[in-house]
């Protein structure tokens, strides 16, 4: 059988035009409000789980390093089969049922704490399966937004998503620390799980017909499909480059994953409060890169914003290991300072990224392709977080620090030594999409 084409034959899309106001788009106001609440219930819980491990079960890096990792192996075994299998459904009822699924789940954590049998065991499997929801979720989620906003204004709607996203990091890590020593880890946990239910009962409210998914008829065998997304990534000069530079910085981030609460919590001394006013700074700067990354596309081009910001957001990362040991609060300056510089950069590459893969590939195959690209951002981001676990018992929490952003920097080549860096719109990425 013939290899299937990667470019959408209708892109860039002629009767398409940029909407006057996305917020006149029902579906898209609930998918936004449903994504802002259920982003800062996770949020919660990102800072929560740590000190879950760390305070409530007394775990140490490697201990810390497996909780983490349990989001990555469960979305590296199932993404790909997640992919070829939203690519056959419609995606709404999908992120449904996912998320009541991790209500669900989430919820057997302060459960677990209140009947005195929580154990590392058991928050390791809630942590599994709950990020294998995620990650239909997610293939889902990013699969269904072209589906209800036009590919003109993409840029736009993944940019308000990830402006929303900012919000409610700056909400949720601003008030994750008190509500940690206030309420304590599990049951602060508790609010990531409501939070999943009202974003199940937002997207269930959305009447936007899907396109009929194909028939049994119009169906390889799954491992057949999967095997197309990963060529189509492969073939592309363009989705190669940002899938390479998407693993350089996932690199990264599974070291910080890793250690960077305990580099807070144990060598700068750091209290949950101060880690939740840290976090929530990058919430705010997150939310500058999101408001701006549509102006300075259209303004350098989507390739120098790429490039650019991968640069940035790695050499401000280098902050963290340099953080000094004994001065609280000068330390907290310098994470500070991480979350300004690293926070906005990554989030106008993320919005970046997305927005190309969204644009140039067909609905059908958008699944799998955000597979493929997923499953080797969590090939990446595991390696690093399970390598940087053991090393740090060896050679210490900051050199490890150290290393995860010198990782990250490798991005940046992979987009300079592409197409990708030489292109200004998303239109313009036609001429170089085989």
């Known amino acids: 059988m013939a290899a299937e084409p990667l470019l959408d034959p209708k892109f860039p899309p002629d009767d398409e035009r940029p909407s006057r106001s996305l917020w006149r788009n029902n579906a898209f106001v609930r998918v936004f409000s449903a994504a802002t609440i259920s982003i800062f219930g996770s949020l919660v819980t990102r800072v929560a789980l ?35 299998w939203i690519d056959r459904l419609r995606r709404r009822p999908v992120m449904i049922w996912a998320d009541v699924g991790r209500a669900a789940l989430l919820g057997l954590i302060p459960l677990a704490a209140l009947g005195g049998w929580l154990s590392l065991p058991l928050l390791l499997v809630v942590t ?17 937004l072209p589906t209800i906003v036009p590919r003109t204004d993409l840029v736009r709607a993944n940019g308000a998503l990830a402006a929303s996203g900012s919000v409610s990091e700056f909400a949720a890590f601003g008030s994750a620390g008190f509500l940690v020593q206030l309420l ?46 990963l060529g189509l990534v492969a073939r592309s000069k363009v989705l190669r480059a940002l899938t390479l530079a998407s693993m350089a910085t996932a690199a990264m981030w599974g070291v910080f994953g890793s250690l960077w609460f305990l580099f807070a919590i144990e060598d700068l001394k750091l209290d949950a409060a101060a880690i939740g006013v840290v976090a ?13 990354t549509t102006r300075l596309t ?18 401000g990362s ?85 290393i995860g952003p010198t990782v990250g920097l490798l991005g940046v080549l992979a987009i300079w030594f592409s197409p990708v860096r030489h292109v200004r719109r998303i239109e313009d990425l036609a001429r170089v999409v085989p």
């Open 280 to 292: 929530a700074v990058g919430g705010i700067s997150s939310l500058v890169g999101a408001l701006l």
């Open 128 to 144: 599994l399966f709950t990020a294998v929801l995620t990650t239909f979720f997610d293939a889902a989620d990013s699969a269904f």
């Open 318 to 402: 280098y902050s963290i290991p340099l953080a000094p040991v004994g001065a609280p609060l000068v330390a907290m300056l310098f994470l500070i300072g991480q979350q300004l510089i690293t926070d906005p950069a990554m989030t106008a590459f993320d919005i970046t990224d997305t927005s190309i893969r969204q644009s140039i590939v067909h609905d059908r195959q958008l699944g799998r392709v955000n597979a493929t690209v997923r499953v080797m951002i969590l090939v990446a981001q595991l390696a690093a977080t399970l390598i940087a676990g053991f090393l740090a018992l060896q050679f210490g929490l900051r050199t490890m620090l150290f």
């Open 184 to 229: 304590s880890a599990p049951i602060a946990i508790l609010i990531d799980a409501i939070s999943f239910v009202v974003s199940a009962l937002l997207l269930g409210t959305i009447r936007v017909k899907e396109a009929p998914p194909p028939t049994k008829a119009e169906r390889e065998p799954v491992l057949r499909e999967i095997a197309i997304g």
């Open 50 to 84: 740590p000190f879950v491990a760390i305070i409530n079960l007394h775990a140490d890096s490697v201990g810390v390093a497996l909780v983490r990792s349990m989001e990555l192996v469960a979305g590296l075994a199932v993404v790909l089969v997640a992919g070829a």
């Open 298 to 315: 259209r303004r350098f081009g989507i390739g120098p914003v790429l490039v650019v910001a991968v640069l940035i957001g790695m050499l």
